[in-house]
């Protein structure tokens, strides 16, 4: 009897329990899941952008987490290989994505996905490898020439032109930074990594071709033989000038534009001079990118919220960041055409270079400032320099494989 009355008890608690937890366990199947996103927008960026993301969670039946986080590559790929990792890496430099890519580390954008004719093409070619995309563009910046309106009326067409006002009104810029200088190497032909269908071939670097030591000398000159800076011209010391209205030509990107604005500089911005026989002077393009990580749970989701934040936070992004839309639509709308500072980085984007998103292009920055360096100080001459630079990046690749 004693064991017919534990039984029954045991049974009646098993039963209570099994009815109490019937309507937890509904709960948990109408939950609403979750996507993740790791931001590398700044903070007032994320604040603009989680609505846009809690709108699709909620037509979706998703909540979407959108964080800043400004953890390395190695963050990322602990992270990910945990199975803790985010869904979407939204707002990266593009120029990061080698490692991702390598470490096999960013999903594929699927085929169908979005309309490669309504984006920017130098755009799509910074996310993609071996001629297939990774990533989705989401804005995009580089430098222009700022000058002092009060000094010049318009902006010269010309590099002839820029050089013969220079003389008179001044011009600077952080000139052994190969970030900037790249635009002149790359005028008359000079390249980093040839693009090959599609692919940058790291065995194939054109920084010391005629058409990149034509551009080498024309750097050199503006130290040497014009005058125009010092040969151990800094960034900031360049930009103080500009805004001091020492000098009228000033090179840089957007990030300046709010202090200008501030210091009530009388400035305006246009593209690069191109060279006298008209060909432009390609700057080089950083695109910040969204990627879905090959490791998330929810691929599919991803890429479409990844695809919705990218088309209905353009704007936000151009008005909040001063981020550079990279759709064509939101380009030719009056917001962005209306504000003729940013249209000007614009039009130069359009002729610019993507930076080289290869890892190989970690073995190019400090030989190029290096060469710059000999140049400006007459240490070097342009093709010494640029043959001496050619042999470090060789070197430092070898080195990385």
């Known amino acids: 009897m004693k064991n017919l009355k534990r039984f029954l008890t045991v049974a009646l608690i098993i039963a209570f329990v099994a009815v109490t937890l019937i309507p937890l366990s509904g709960v948990f199947a109408t939950s609403k899941k979750q996507l993740v996103v790791w931001s590398h927008l700044t903070q007032d960026e994320v604040k603009a952008l989680q609505p846009i993301a809690d709108k699709w969670g909620k037509a979706n039946g998703y909540t979407v987490k959108v964080i800043t986080d400004q953890g390395s590559f190695q963050s990322f790929q602990t992270a990910a290989m945990s199975g803790k990792g985010p869904d979407i890496m939204f707002g990266i430099p593009h120029d990061n994505l080698g490692a991702f890519w390598k470490a096999k580390l960013l999903e594929p954008v699927p085929a169908n996905l979005i309309d490669k004719k309504n984006f920017v093409s130098t755009a799509l070619e910074a996310c993609s490898f071996e001629g297939k995309l990774y990533a989705l563009p989401i804005a995009m910046e580089t430098y222009a020439l700022f000058y002092n309106t009060s000094k010049v009326k318009e902006a010269p067409k010309t590099m002839s032109q820029l050089i013969t006002l220079a003389k008179k009104v001044g011009f600077m810029y952080d000139v052994n930074n190969f970030y900037f200088s790249f635009a002149f190497?790359?005028?008359?032909?000079?390249?980093v990594f040839k693009n090959k269908g599609g692919s940058l071939d790291p065995n194939d670097i054109g920084l010391a071709t005629n058409g990149?030591?034509?551009?080498?000398?024309?750097?050199?000159?503006?130290?040497?033989?014009?005058?125009?800076?010092?040969?151990?011209?800094?960034g900031d010391i360049a930009k103080g000038n500009f805004?001091?209205?020492?000098?009228?030509?000033?090179?840089?990107?957007?990030?300046?534009?709010?202090?200008?604005?501030?210091?009530?500089?009388?400035?305006?911005?246009?593209?690069?001079?191109?060279?006298?026989?008209?060909?432009?002077?390609?700057?080089?393009?950083?695109?910040?990118?969204?990627?879905?990580?090959?490791?998330?749970?929810?691929?599919?989701?991803?890429?479409?919220?990844?695809?919705?934040?990218?088309?209905?936070?353009?704007?936000?992004?151009?008005?909040?960041?001063?981020?550079?839309?990279?759709?064509?639509?939101?380009?030719?709308?009056?917001?962005?055409?209306?504000?003729?500072?940013?249209?000007?980085?614009?039009?130069?984007?359009?002729v610019g270079i993507p930076m080289p998103n290869i890892p190989?292009?970690?073995?190019?920055?400090?030989?190029?400032?290096?060469?710059?360096?000999?140049?400006?100080?007459?240490?070097?001459?342009?093709k010494q320099a640029a043959d001496a630079m050619v042999k470090q990046i060789k070197q430092g690749i070898a080195q990385m494989q």
């Open 243 to 350: 805004q001091n209205g020492k000098i009228a030509f000033y090179i840089s990107g957007p990030w300046d534009v709010q202090d200008f604005i501030k210091a009530k500089v009388p400035f305006a911005v246009a593209p690069l001079p191109k060279t006298d026989d008209g060909k432009p002077t390609p700057s080089f393009v950083g695109v910040q990118a969204a990627f879905v990580s090959a490791k998330s749970k929810n691929k599919d989701a991803a890429f479409k919220l990844a695809k919705y934040l990218l088309e209905n936070s353009a704007l936000t992004l151009f008005k909040v960041g001063h981020r550079i839309p990279v759709l064509n639509s939101v380009l030719a709308s009056n917001e962005v055409k209306s504000d003729k500072i940013m249209s000007a980085f614009a039009e130069q984007a359009k």
């Open 360 to 382: 190989e292009m970690s073995a190019v920055w400090t030989p190029a400032g290096n060469a710059l360096s000999l140049i400006t100080t007459g240490k070097a001459t342009p």
């Open 185 to 191: 190497i790359a005028q008359n032909g000079g390249y």
């Open 212 to 234: 990149a030591i034509k551009g080498l000398s024309l750097i050199r000159d503006f130290v040497q033989t014009y005058k125009f800076m010092p040969k151990d011209i800094r």
